[in-house]
Every structure is written in C-alpha cells, then in structure tokens.
C-alpha cells in the first residue's frame, strides 16, 4: 500500500485505542483516505466512561494514566486539551494486609519498593523484610533467572514480604490477577529496566525517576478522562472519518483484493484495504475466525458510593487502599480488591462535591473467579461496599450516610505475557496482512500503553514515512 494511493482503513472498537488509530490513520493517510470506525456498543469510549453520583460526575472505568513515556499528554496537546491535566492530591496510598493498614511505598513499580530501607517500607515490610529487599542489589543477575512468573522472581529476589504486602496487591489492583500469572514484560517497562540494571529495586528507582521527571507517576482529567475520548470522537467528525455505533463486526473475510466486515448474519458492513482490530481478545479471535483464549479476560466490577460522612473528611487511607489477598496478606472479612478515595485524591472533585459529600469506588474481581457482587441486587452489593469501605478506611460508615450509589461490570484483558488458570500462555494471536491488533491485551495494560501503540498501529498499516512516529511504540 503507497501513501499516496487511495485506500480505505476501518477500524473496529471504539475505546480509546480505536478512537486514537482512526484519528491517526485519518490524520496521516490525508484526502487518499478514506477512515470508518465500527463500534458494537451504543456509546464511544469503551472501557472510559462517566457516571454521575450525587450530582458529581465520576469516572467508573478508567480514571487516570501513567505519565511515563509521556504519550498521553502528547495526544491531550495535539487535542488542545493539556490545560484539563490535573494531578492527584499527593496524600500516598495504603495496603491492607490482614489486620494491618499500612503506607504503601511510594512510587514503586508494580509495587516493588524503590526505596526498601525508607521509613514507609520498614513499616510495610517489618525490618527483616526492609533488609532483604535492600540486598536485592548485591545479588548476581543469575539469581531469579529460571523463575516463570513475576511472583516466582519477586519472592526469589526481593523475599515473600514484598510479594505478598507489596507486589501482590499492586497487580491484584491494577491487572485484576495475581503475580503468579505474570511475567516480568506483562510490566510496561520493568523488564527493559531490569535488562539494564540487573536489579529489581533499582528498576524501580529508574522508572520512578523517569515518572518525576514527567511531573508524577500518574495525572488525571479535571472532568474526567472521557474529556479525552470525547475530544477524540469529535476530531473524527472534522477529520471526516464515519464512526458508527451500535455495529457488531463478527468476522472479516477477503473479498477482492480488501477486507469485507461481515455482522452475524453474513452482512457486509464495511470494505477496507486495511483493518485496525481496536477490541478484547476475545473478540478479536472471533473475527479473525482464531481459537478461543484459555483465559482472555476476567470480569471485574466498580462500585461508587457517595457518602455524607464528616469522619471521611480527615481522608484516613490517602487517596486510597489496596487489599492483599493470600498469605502474609490474608483478607480479614474484606471482598474488595481496592478501594480509591476520589474526592480525597481529586481535589477538583471535591469542590464539585461541596464540603461534606465523599466519593469512593470499590473494586470487585479477580483473575479466574467472578467478582463478588457479581449477580447480587443492589441492596446487597450496598451492604458489601459499605462493609469493605469501613473496613478498609477504618471508620463505621452507615448506610444512612448514603447519598446515592452507581455500579458497573467491565472486561479487563489479561496483560501480555499472562497466563491461564492452567498456567500455559496462549500462543500470540498473529495479525493477518492488512490487519493490525491493537489494545492492552497487545501492548500492556493502560492508557500509557494503549495510545502510542494504537499511533503506531495505524502508521505501520499505512506505511507512513517514517519521520517522527514509529518509534513510540
Ligand atoms: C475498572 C477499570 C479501571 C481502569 N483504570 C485505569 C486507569 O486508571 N488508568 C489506565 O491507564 N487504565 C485503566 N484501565 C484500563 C483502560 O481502561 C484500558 O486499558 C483502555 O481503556 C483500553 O482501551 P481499548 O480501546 O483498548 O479497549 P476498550 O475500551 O475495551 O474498547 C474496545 C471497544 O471495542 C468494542 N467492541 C468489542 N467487540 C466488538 C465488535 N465485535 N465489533 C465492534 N466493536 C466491538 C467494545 O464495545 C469497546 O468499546 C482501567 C480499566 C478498568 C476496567
């Protein structure tokens, strides 16, 4: 495919990712290009969407992203919307191990302390486990190197107290799965890193680094991070690309010389030279006709609950907690995997808020086993969220605090690298010519990974002179 020939790009899913390859596509390809964008739900964005609780609107998928690499705020430049960058309040987040609550090192990556001597991780790790992590450094790279998963190299390296109060929550909260099902390039970043310096923590330390430098380790969007997949979705109209919603693609086959995007009657909807798949993995086998995935993807739920509450005011775990979940960590009466304090760790929410009115999002889910809410009445998840959040915070929240409550399942992939319940890794779904794959199940979990990934997709697709792009992938 030249650049300058006339050529069609459809792009099916409209998260993020797809949002970000139609723009692309549509933004190099120039007038010889025609773009179209499918998506199956009645609503662009995907898994970035916005709820409004008690009059505040709050973000019930994706709420931040990692500054690192500083894709994000690139697209958010080119988009005129940098000025909504906003960053969370600097308050730390806590780890609930068993019937401790303690200070969560900060920035660490995967939750592998930087700093395993400092007073947050003596307090985390008791002494012993401070100790053994700070020796990690004079270990031999030899040391870890037959380990097959994230947990087996942690524990090895870095001792069972990392793994299990640090490291296991961290990728419980942030991939929905367990360190075991890891490897260290499901990570984004850390395994370069630990290529480089041949030590966990001081990988940790590099990217920490690298983050400050980006001005934190994450940002948020003062209204929310649909600001972006809106502004995205309104570019496209301008760029001219056809986005429709409400339109299944449920496989694709070649029809003289280009891709025709068939519905599940046989249908065609859309003919293109080339095809971005922007969906879960799931999805993606089945229109590529590939075998199903052992375990692609595990359901997850996110529970918001807006509470008058004024003991909320001191916000008592920071910005938010993670809970551990086997082990050294056993949960004490808690089904949740996270908790986020939004108005505590969004001060503009706060405002939207009004004094006295606190927003939290509780997380449900894990790898292999549905989430804990999953099927129940919203009375009885009410009582759950109301439980863990006491729990976690550690303050007796009433239901009569209760200003009002939304709730929503999601999908989350699993990262690259991962494996199922059975512990084999499915092999790499392969692209054929004139399709690329994109999302976190290729690229890493976030939007940090998702966007340069998903400019690069559509540069690859159109063979765009490889002046300044390529190389964010
Ligand atoms: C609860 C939660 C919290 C998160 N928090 C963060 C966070 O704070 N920071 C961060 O960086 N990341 C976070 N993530 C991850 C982040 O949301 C994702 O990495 C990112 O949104 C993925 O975007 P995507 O476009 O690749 O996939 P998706 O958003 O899943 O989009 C895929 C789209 O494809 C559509 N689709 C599926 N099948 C078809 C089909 N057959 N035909 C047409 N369309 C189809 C779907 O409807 C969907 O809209 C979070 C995820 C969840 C679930």
């Known amino acids: 495919m030249s650049a300058e020939r006339s050529r069609r790009i459809a792009v099916i899913g ?79 987040s806590w780890v609930i191990a068993g019937a401790r609550a303690v200070r969560l090192p900060a920035a660490g990556t995967a939750g592998i302390p930087a700093e395993p001597l400092s007073r947050e991780s003596r307090r985390a790790l008791g002494l012993p486990g401070s100790v053994r992590a700070a020796a990690e450094r004079l270990l031999p790279r030899r040391v870890g190197a037959r380990s097959e998963s994230l947990a087996e190299l942690v524990r090895v390296r870095l001792g069972r107290r990392v793994l299990e109060r640090l490291v296991g929550p961290v990728v419980l909260g942030v991939h929905s799965t367990d360190p075991s099902r890891l490897t260290l390039s499901s990570i984004p ?169 606190h927003l939290l999002r509780v997380s449900y889910g894990r790898a292999g086993s549905p989430p804990e809410t999953a099927g129940l009445g919203d009375a009885a998840v009410q009582r759950i969220a109301l439980n863990d959040a006491s729990r976690i915070l550690g303050v007796e929240l009433r239901a009569e605090s209760l200003r009002g409550m939304v709730r929503r399942e999601w999908r989350t992939n699993a990262p690259p690298g991962a494996r199922g319940r059975e512990g084999s890794v499915d092999p790499p779904l392969a692209a054929p010519p004139g399709t690329v794959l994109i999302g976190d199940w290729v690229s890493g979990t976030g939007l940090a990974s998702v966007i340069p990934a998903a400019r690069a997709a559509a540069r690859q697709l159109l063979h765009a002179p490889n002046d300044e792009g390529t190389s964010r992938t």
């Not at 970035?48 to 019930?60: K, Q, Y």
Request: proline share 3%; aromatic share 2%.
């Open 14 to 92: 409209g998260g993020v990712s797809g949002l970000t390859a139609a723009r692309e596509a549509a933004l190099i390809g120039g007038s010889g290009t025609e773009v179209s964008l499918l998506e199956a739900a009645d609503r662009l964005g995907g898994r970035i969407r916005r709820e409004t609780l008690a009059g505040v609107p709050i973000d019930i998928g994706a709420e931040a992203f990692a500054t690192r690499g500083g894709g994000v705020a690139e697209l958010l430049a080119e988009l005129g919307i940098e000025a909504e960058i906003v960053p969370p309040a600097k308050l730390g």
């Open 189 to 357: 970043g850390l395994a370069q890193a630990y290529a480089r310096r041949g030590s966990l923590v001081v990988a940790a330390r590099e990217l920490r680094d690298g983050a400050s430098a980006a001005g934190g380790a994450v940002a948020g969007l003062r209204d929310g991070m649909t600001t972006l997949t809106d502004a995205l979705a309104a570019e496209l109209g301008r760029l001219g690309v056809k986005a429709r919603t409400g339109v299944a693609v449920e496989r694709i086959e070649r029809r003289a010389g280009a891709w025709a995007l068939l519905d599940a009657e046989g249908r065609e909807l859309d003919r293109a030279e080339g095809v971005v798949l922007a969906v879960p993995e799931e999805a993606a086998r089945t229109v590529l006709g590939a075998p199903a995935a052992e375990e692609a993807s595990s359901r997850v739920e996110v529970v918001a609950l807006a509470l008058e509450e004024p003991l909320l005011d001191s916000a008592p775990r920071g910005t938010g907690a993670l809970v551990a979940g086997t082990g050294d960590g056993v949960r004490r009466g808690i089904a949740a995997k996270a908790l986020t304090h939004v108005t505590a760790k969004w001060p503009e929410r706060a405002r939207r808020a009004g004094s006295g009115l």
